[in-house]
């Protein structure tokens, strides 16, 4: 068999957190084998390519990466100028993945990984073994081979939490599924906007992603007649709901909450706190009504568009010894440090490969996946995540505990308390009210700098 020195280190994923982790491990002078199941890098990010980040360049540009992509001519983008989606892809990471040559594959998903003959039962040799991977390719092959060590960065873009307020979809979610829409639409294109102009649409959330949504249908409200915004929040609206505002330390994203408190402030909408959903029914006329766990009704809707989190899809993961927190399905040690019903606004300690090790020897889940259900990731924690990870494999456990990041005051409320206590008890952040409460919404503009899915 192979010696695992000559195995190259498998990276799932060739995103943000994925690509930085390959150039790392490159500097490391071990070798990267990325697999991306899209037909090209950051297939993920390109799906919001409308949405701006609210990270400046500065801060989602990973230094080794640049190290990497300078000699190849590459100019590094204003680092004062927030990027959108697109532009994140197209003038880096995919300069990036070229960069990495034949190291990145497309059109390729993993299926499986596990311990080499041994599946997870089997303690005699674990750790000896190097691990297999099992893959289907976009021509419908398949496809085993053997690395050393893996480095899941595959993210949660593809498993959006369900509308349901107990985490899973809501009685007839799916029979709906022609008007539920779980990513923030892009009313530039416009097939989505006369999907929404002169309607009726129902945003249930409270996150960037969500406030991003609320300010676009808002500002389409102002534009075209019988538009109309209903949001829907689980809990009730407190001065913390929309995050640090002016003195939020990423200045983009502070406006984004600030975007969302002056569209409550104005006239174009309206919003049910409180409002837990439990099922999802169509009328005769074909349009849907939200019926909450206590009976209230939100009736008259022609879209729903669900903006309530991600989670990683651990599927191909289960004969591999993971150490995962029974809450957030993040890391056992990093779960206490990004736990949103006891973090609100604050700084997330940095972390590296200690606090994301797991009973598998060898096996680290980075960038969003790593977060579980935890909504607070931010590129440059991810990009410190891979350098501490880089560093563990490859036996400089000194560099790999070295905390090398300052991470900006978050400003951002993921949670706190107990669900269901007052507002007054949870410091002052997303309390819930008794009941539905309606209120009245306004427009905002179009063009604020937001991340979609909590990830800059």
């Known amino acids: 068999m192979t010696s695992d020195t000559a195995l190259p280190v498998l990276v799932i994923g060739a995103g943000p957190i994925g690509l930085a982790a390959a150039a790392h491990l490159l500097e490391r002078g071990l070798e990267p084998l990325v697999l991306e199941a899209g037909p090209s890098a950051a297939t993920a990010v390109r799906s919001w390519s409308h949405v701006r980040l609210f990270s400046p360049w500065a801060e989602v540009v990973d230094p080794v990466a640049e190290k990497l992509l300078t000699p190849t001519g590459w100019t590094r983008p204003d680092g004062a100028a927030y990027p959108t989606g697109g532009d994140w892809a197209e003038r880096y990471l995919q300069p990036l993945a070229d960069a990495l040559g034949d190291r990145v594959h497309y059109g390729v998903r993993v299926t499986g990984v596990a311990r080499a003959g041994r599946d997870r039962i089997v303690d005699a040799g674990r750790d000896e073994q190097p691990f297999t991977v099992h893959v289907t390719r976009a021509d419908g092959g398949e496809g085993r081979f053997l690395v050393r060590a893996v480095v899941d960065a595959s993210g949660t873009w593809s498993t959006p939490n369900p509308l349901g307020a107990d985490g899973l979809p809501a009685l007839g979610e799916r029979a709906a599924a022609d008007r539920v829409s779980y990513r923030v639409p892009d009313l530039a294109d416009p097939s989505v906007r006369a999907r929404y102009a002169g309607r009726r649409t129902a945003v249930v959330g409270t996150g960037a992603s969500a406030f991003t949504a609320l300010a676009h249908l808002a500002a389409l409200a102002k534009e075209e007649p019988g538009t109309h915004v209903v949001w829907v929040l689980r809990r009730g609206i407190t001065g913390s709901t929309f995050g640090g505002g002016s003195t939020d330390q990423l200045p983009a994203r502070g406006a984004l909450g600030l975007a969302a408190k002056a569209a409550v402030e104005g006239g174009h909408a309206s919003a049910l706190t409180g409002f837990r959903t439990a099922a999802v029914e169509r009328a005769a006329d074909g349009r849907l009504t939200l019926v909450s766990e206590d009976g209230h009704r939100a009736e008259g809707l022609d879209e729903i568009v669900v903006l309530t989190g991600l989670r990683p899809d651990l599927s191909f993961l289960t004969e591999l010894r993971l150490g995962l927190d029974d809450r957030l399905q993040a890391p056992v040690a990093l779960a206490p440090l990004i736990d949103p019903n006891q973090h609100s606004c604050g700084t997330v300690y940095p972390h590296g490969a200690n606090e994301l090790a797991h009973p598998e020897k060898d096996v680290h889940l980075v960038g969003m996946k790593s977060y579980g259900r935890a909504p607070t990731f931010l590129a440059m924690t991810g990009y410190e995540q891979v350098r501490s990870v880089a560093a563990?494999?490859?036996?400089?456990?000194?560099?790999?505990?070295?905390?090398?990041?300052?991470?900006?005051?978050?400003?951002?409320?993921?949670?706190?308390?107990?669900?269901?206590?007052?507002?007054?008890?949870?410091?002052?952040?997303?309390?819930?009210?008794?009941?539905?409460?309606p209120i009245t919404l306004g427009s905002a503009p179009v063009g604020g700098s937001c991340s979609a899915g909590g990830g800059c």
């Open 392 to 437: 563990a494999l490859a036996g400089d456990h000194e560099a790999a505990a070295r905390v090398e990041l300052t991470l900006p005051e978050t400003g951002v409320c993921g949670g706190a308390g107990l669900y269901d206590e007052p507002a007054g008890d949870q410091g002052g952040c997303c309390g819930s009210a008794a009941a539905p409460e």
